[in-house]
């Protein structure tokens, strides 16, 4: 024991020398929101949960003599789904590197560029929502096609970028160099994203899209098309109110249980927000539409969803928020009605 002792006090010590591992910075956010959830579905029995989502992150930056930030970030979290009450870990975040002329450099698990410019659409702010069957594929984000691996890089441009307003992103990342196995992975990707911002009489406007392609692999049967698409959207600001709107069309694979099938699918959203001194109200709609199928294979039926929701937020007191949310669904699997229902919440969020 003794012997370790001294081995952990030398480290410390040599660590402490090095003057570049004391300089970094360190800042801590997150947030602990809890309520409950009441669930009505239509062909079934009400219920009611407890529902957590708590969430710890620290993040670290340096910056070098010559002007360039360097940054990284772990997070803990504590969430209802977790295996245990200590909550799990996300310890995969890479470096982040800012350059001076304001443009960024993301080395490792760096995400997919067509995702970091999806319009944000308003929704309800709640942890309420209406489970539908495994089977159904049918999607409701605009970046459900947006796959990369974790041996990736993103490259962010300066504001500003070839025009007044305009930002862009690329990315790609490559295999991991395991062997194929009967379930489908994505080995690589490309993407390219944009947002572009403006003003137009008395609001703000902001247009992003984004493209993404990738290439997969599994053992016996390849898939018909892998997962690869497009998404576009539009949010107005004018003052205290912003709409949005947004529309995404494209493929996945590797979906289901078993990892074992593929959907083709589109979606439209679309959300208001409005915040009155300390209330905010939101509103969201979206529709999605999925043609699924075992890997391979094509045509099968369809599957939809059409999810509706509403919240209020009111700040209680500096990053206090008590939330009231609802939302309503109605769905379809292999074109039969299946999964309709509501859903209520009432909970507080409190964030550092």
Do not use: C
Not at 225 to 244: I, K, M, P, R, Y
């Amino acid at each position: 024991m003794k012997k370790e002792l001294l081995m952990g006090t030398a480290l410390v010590s040599t660590l402490g020398a090095a003057s570049v591992a004391e300089a970094v910075t360190a800042t801590m956010s997150g947030n602990h929101q809890t309520g409950i959830e009441f669930d009505s579905p239509t062909g079934g029995t009400d219920t009611n949960a407890q529902k957590n989502d708590n969430n710890f992150s620290v993040s670290l930056s340096e910056t070098t003599d010559g002007g360039m930030t360097i940054s990284s970030s772990f997070s803990i979290v504590n969430e209802a789904t977790a295996s245990s009450s200590v909550g799990s870990s996300d310890m995969d975040a890479g470096f982040t590197l800012a350059f001076t002329d304001g443009s960024k450099l993301d080395v490792l698990n760096a995400g997919n560029a067509s995702s970091s410019h999806a319009v944000s659409i308003p929704g309800s702010a709640g942890a309420e929502g209406v489970a539908t069957t495994s089977t159904n594929q049918a999607q409701t984000g605009l970046d459900f096609m947006t796959d990369s691996t974790v041996q990736g890089i993103e490259y962010h441009t300066a504001s500003d970028f070839l025009a007044d307003g305009l930002k862009m992103s690329f990315s790609a990342s490559t295999d991991g160099g395991a062997a194929a196995t009967a379930t489908y992975r994505v080995d690589s990707h490309v993407a390219i994203g944009a947002t572009y911002v403006t003003d137009l009489g008395d609001s703000a406007v902001t247009i992003g899209g984004g493209y993404s392609e990738a290439d997969g692999s599994k053992t016996a049967t390849a898939v018909t098309s892998d997962t690869g698409g497009f998404h576009v959207g539009l949010s107005a600001v004018t003052g205290d109110l912003t709409v949005a709107v947004g529309f995404a069309d494209g493929h996945k694979a590797g979906v289901n249980l078993s990892s074992a099938g593929e959907v083709e699918a589109d979606v439209v959203k679309a959300g208001i927000k409005y915040v009155s001194g300390d209330l905010t109200f939101n509103v969201g709609f979206a529709s999605g539409d999925a043609k699924d199928n075992t890997i391979g294979s094509s045509g099968g039926s369809d599957d939809a969803k059409e999810v509706t929701s509403a919240s209020i937020s009111y700040a209680v007191a500096s990053g206090v928020t008590a939330i009231l949310g609802y939302t309503s669904m109605e769905a379809s699997n292999e074109g039969s009605a299946t999964d309709d229902g509501s859903a209520w919440y009432i909970g507080a969020n409190m964030s550092f």
